[in-house]
T-cell receptor
Framework: DAGVIQSPRHEVTEMGQEVTLRCKPI?????LFWYRQTMMRGLELLIY????????DSGMPEDRFSAKMPNASFSTLKIQPSEPRDSAVYFC??????????FGPGTRLTVL | AQSVAQPEDQVNVAEGNPLTVKCTYS??????LFWYVQYPNRGLQFLLK??????LVKGSYGFEAEFNKSQTSFHLKKPSALVSDSALYFC????????????FGAGTRLFVKA
């Protein structure tokens, strides 16, 4: 298995632009999680899905952030409009039963 | 609310010596506990978990952790450290009911000196 796949690995954009991060979970995993990692705030859960349905989005910082999971093999995290404070590493993780999670390599986002 | 504390920002140990990375948690009800490791520019990798049963849990790469309910701790241990163990280690906790939200600690950087 290729593991969790994220794209792009690096994204540099200008303030105000729309950013879309993509994730392909491990096949057969029913849970998908989006995290943000920064030096100041550590690893924060943004949202998680179970069977493609958003279950808890309480960590989504504001309305500029949105996430979708149209099918079991694909999810997106969108930021519109982006701001410099959104600069971070964004991780996607998947889990079969909701216990241990398998993380992707992350997307390093820089908003200028 | 659930929370995790990793009291040490960094742990230094000589190669071949035993290592301990500390973790305490707070959660209502029974916890599910996890350890993950992160190497530079990589995602987190699962090491081990405690769900129920034996308080001593064995995981990947020779790591183990002991669940202590009275002290609300879940310290990570290894009998003999390797230089390649140098990385960032995260403890995480989840409630056993009411959702799958997992809270991660701030992380402890382990440095193993040759």
């Amino acid at each position: 298995d290729a593991g969790v796949i994220q794209s792009p690995r690096h994204e540099v954009t200008e303030m105000g632009q729309e950013v879309t991060l993509r994730c392909k979970p491990i096949s057969g995993h029913d849970y998908l999680f989006w995290y943000r990692q920064t030096m100041m705030r550590g690893l924060e859960l943004l949202i998680y899905f179970n069977n493609n349905v958003p279950i808890d989005d309480s960590g989504m910082p504001e309305d500029r952030f949105s996430a979708k999971m149209p099918n079991a093999s694909f999810s997106t995290l969108k930021i519109q409009p982006s701001e410099p404070r959104d600069s971070a590493v964004y991780f996607c993780a998947s889990s079969e039963l909701g216990y241990e999670q398998f993380f992707g390599p992350g997307t390093r986002l820089t908003v200028l | 609310a659930q929370s995790v504390a990793q009291p040490e920002d960094q742990v230094n140990v000589a190669e071949g010596n035993p290592l301990t990375v500390k973790c305490t948690y707070s959660v209502s009800g029974n916890p599910y506990l996890f350890w993950y490791v992160q190497y530079p520019n990589r995602g987190l990798q699962f090491l081990l978990k405690y769900i129920t049963g034996d308080n001593l849990v064995k995981g990947s790469y020779g790591f183990e952790a002991e669940f202590n309910k009275s002290q609300t701790s879940f310290h990570l241990k290894k009998p003999s450290a390797l230089v390649s163990d140098s990385a960032l280690y995260f403890c995480a906790v989840r409630k056993n009911t009411g959702g799958f939200k997992t809270i991660f600690g701030a992380g402890t950087r382990l440095f193993v000196k040759a």
